[in-house]
């Protein structure tokens, strides 16, 4: 069993920068595939960027790539989510997830947290 905690979300102006992090409780994390999606008013929840166990394969959206960095820290079971050159097209929930397979699909990840709000102004 895995739990998951994110935070780092807020109020940014267009251009800017936030750091979201994914704390996770769970003895057997680092061996978990870690995801960070998100989900806009009325959209479905979509893909943004995946790490392998070891964090050494990374994966992103077309829509973040280059702009948002996803990493971990297996000793503070934390995941974290970079991301720069924000755009209030990135306005959403964003959640991270674990699962067992380096998917960007939403049914591959079987444990998540509870979200975290991040609005860009523009």
């Known amino acids: 069993q895995v739990q998951l905690v994110e935070s780092g979300g807020g109020l940014v102006q267009a251009g800017g920068s936030l750091r979201l992090s994914c704390a996770a409780s769970?003895?057997?994390?680092?061996?978990?595939?870690v995801g960070w999606f998100r989900q806009a008013p009325g959209k479905e929840r979509e893909f943004v960027a995946a790490i392998s166990w070891s964090g050494t394969r990374t994966y992103y959206a077309d829509s973040v790539k280059g702009r948002f960095t996803i990493s971990r820290d297996n000793a503070k079971n934390t995941v974290y989510l970079q991301m720069n050159s924000l755009k209030p097209e990135d306005t959403a929930a964003y959640y991270c997830a674990a699962g067992t397979r380096e998917r960007d699909n939403v049914r591959d990840y079987d444990y998540w947290g509870q979200g975290t709000q991040v609005t860009v102004s523009s």
């Open positions: 769970g003895r057997t994390f680092s061996s978990y595939v």
